[in-house]
């Protein structure tokens, strides 16, 4: 009986031993389980405290953009007001011109006239320019992105020119789609002339104004052999505009449309011809420009020219009209037309120049 007491508190004992060992050991992993949560609460809180740096300094720079934003908006009416008062200072400036009689006379001659024109064409503007009125808008074919023509307010001035000094053997490179073209042969039939206008079309076919000399002779070897075939459904836009145009005006008679490379194709187009007028309007870069000068000047009347430049902002056009007045012992006239045009000329009457100047609306802003 003793015996068996004895051995049932051994296995007592025994059994609260392993009890005790398991307990501790369970309290172990659980001590070490409350430790990584612990870290890990602190990460978080740390990462927490992190990013609430972050949207602190966000919302910061928020709040500070908010206030530059405010202070723009606060200075954007003065500065509207400054910018409105300019527009208009620059408006009353040019309205004296906008008004001259001439001016007024020539628009309501030719605006009517050319509306068949116009209304096919799309009037465009380079970036950041604002046209002053109607006549203050440059033209492109609507399918082409280049090239763009004269304004029609320089295309009034072309035409007054000739008109006033009777001019009657004109040439002009280069024809485009035949605006500036239209504006010469219409005053030419007043005065019982002639314009033989050249292009080598390669503007229209590059869509834009830098090109190479090889590929606008080849070009014009391409386009010359389709006009000798007949096959006019594939000459250039510009071409067949033009004619069409030529056709609308009634001056068929008057122009000649040419395919031709400046300078060498030149001497073949005008063999034989003294011209009185001349229009300098085609490459505008390099020494294009002084080319197309010296393939005209042998023709030029010696007595009596005016030729005109087109884009005298243009550095290479710029030079072009010096070298001209250098050659020809005259000084360059500039009439300050959206692009610049400038009269070399001789035995011209001065006072029809003077007046463009008078009747051109200037852009100040
Ligand atoms: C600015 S556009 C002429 C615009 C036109 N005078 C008008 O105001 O309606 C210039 C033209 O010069 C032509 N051109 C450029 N280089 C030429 C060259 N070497 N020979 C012939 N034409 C050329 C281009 O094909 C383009 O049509």
């Not at 209304?119 to 320019?129: A, G, H, I, S, Y």
């Not at 002084?290 to 005109?308: A, C, E, N, T």
Request: glycine letters at 6%; proline letters at 4%; a negative charge.
């Amino acid at each position: 009986m003793q015996e068996t007491a004895t051995i049932l508190a051994l296995i007592a004992s025994v059994v609260a031993l392993a009890l005790a060992i398991s307990n501790h050991r369970r309290g172990k992993r659980l001590k070490a389980g409350l430790a990584a949560l612990n870290e890990s609460n602190d990460q978080l809180r740390a990462s927490f405290s992190g990013r609430g740096d972050h949207v602190a300094a966000t919302d910061e720079r928020l709040s500070q953009i908010e206030q530059r934003l405010t202070s723009l908006e606060d200075w954007r009416p003065g500065w509207q007001r400054q910018i409105d008062h300019l527009r208009t200072e620059a408006q009353n400036l040019a309205m004296l011109p906008s008004l001259h009689p001439r001016r007024l006379e020539l628009a309501e001659e030719l605006r009517p006239r050319f509306a068949p024109i116009t209304d096919k064409l799309e009037p465009v503007l380079f970036p950041n320019q604002l046209a002053f009125d109607e006549l203050d808008w440059m033209y492109r074919l609507r399918d082409r992105k280049f090239p763009y023509s004269l304004t029609f307010e320089e295309g009034m001035l072309f035409h007054f020119l000739v008109a006033a000094n009777g001019l009657k053997s004109g040439y002009e490179i280069a024809t485009a789609f035949g605006m500036s073209s239209f504006f010469i042969a219409t005053a030419m039939q007043k005065t019982g002339g002639h314009l033989i206008s050249a292009d080598a079309y390669i503007e229209e076919e590059m869509e834009d104004f830098l090109y190479d000399h090889e590929a606008t002779k080849a070009h014009v070897d391409k386009i010359a052999d389709l006009q000798k075939q007949k096959r006019h459904s594939k000459l250039p836009r510009g071409l067949q505009f033009a004619i069409e145009g030529a056709m609308e005006l009634q001056i068929e008679s008057v122009v000649d449309y040419r395919i031709a490379c400046s300078p060498e194709g030149v001497p073949d187009l005008l063999d034989g011809r003294v011209l009185d007028f001349a229009f300098i309007d085609g490459g505008h870069f390099g020494e294009q420009p002084i080319l197309d000068v010296k393939s005209v000047l042998p023709y030029l009347d010696q007595d009596r020219f005016l030729m005109m430049f087109h884009d005298t902002q243009c550095e290479a056009v710029a030079r072009a009209a010096h070298f001209a007045a250098a050659e020809t012992g005259t000084r360059p006239f500039s009439i300050h037309t959206r692009n610049r045009i400038t009269a070399v000329a001789r035995g011209i009457d001065e006072s029809t120049l003077q007046l463009c100047r008078e009747m051109t609306v200037r852009q100040f802003v």
